[in-house]
T-cell receptor, first 114, second 113 residues
């Protein structure tokens, strides 16, 4: 059974710092890995999606890497801002019966202090 | 284009009551999903559908039922609500194409007392 672990569970940093969020998964037979952002009381917003054949994806100040063989991914946020405060969820896609399904980690709650 | 919509936003149920959580999408996606998220936990898949008339169980289907009569709608039915079903429920949709992301609704917060 695929398991996804995110470390740390919570992180507090001063504005302007660069930071790294970690995600690990137990089964390397994945189709892709996604990083989502979740704001309090809101749904999930996809930030970055890395296909299994890719090593990294970038969007603005965000960079996500994937090392499938070691079962690890990192989300790098440059020059953090208070608006980055949210919970970040990592999810891996694998083949379920008739569909591809996502297994989620528990998330990292990020607080960026002005 | 509203994306994925869910109603209600919040509901309090008494133990043993039933209710239906509504989900609709206007992106013509074939695949739809129901997840639940307990405090401090990741999302767990309850049921999913790969098209109208086709549904299948996810990781935690007990106590729930679904139907998919149209491409747009995917309601989740709770029969005989129990305190263990207190959670936030998210509906999502996707094209189903490998490598495409899922689009999530804003969630329904359910409290069973």
């Amino acid at each position: 059974k695929q398991e996804v672990t995110q470390i740390p569970a919570a992180l507090s940093v001063p504005e302007g710092e660069n930071l790294v969020l970690n995600c690990s998964f137990t089964d390397s037979a994945i189709y892709n890995l996604q990083w989502f952002r979740q704001d309090p009381g809101k749904g999930l917003t996809s930030l970055l999606l890395i296909q299994s054949s890719q090593r990294e994806q970038t969007s603005g100040r965000l960079n996500a890497s994937l090392d499938k063989s070691s079962g690890r991914s990192t989300l790098y946020i440059a020059a953090s801002q208070p608006g980055d405060s949210a919970t970040y969820l990592c999810a891996v896609a694998y083949s379920g019966a008739g569909s591809y399904q996502l297994t989620f980690g528990k998330g990292t709650k990020l607080s960026v202090i002005p | 284009n509203a994306g994925v919509t869910q109603t209600p936003k919040f509901r309090i149920l008494k133990i043993g009551q039933s209710m239906t959580l509504q989900c609709a999408q206007d992106m013509n996606h074939n695949y739809m999903y129901w997840y639940r998220q307990d405090p401090g936990m990741g999302l767990k898949l309850i049921y999913y559908s790969v098209g109208a008339g086709i549904t299948d169980k996810g990781e935690v289907p007990n106590g729930y039922n679904v139907s998919r009569s149209t491409t747009e709608d995917f309601p989740l039915r709770l029969e005989l609500a129990a305190p263990s079903q207190t959670s936030v429920y998210f509906c999502a949709s996707s094209t189903g194409t490998m490598g495409e992301t899922q689009y999530f609704g804003p969630g329904t917060r359910l409290l069973v007392l």
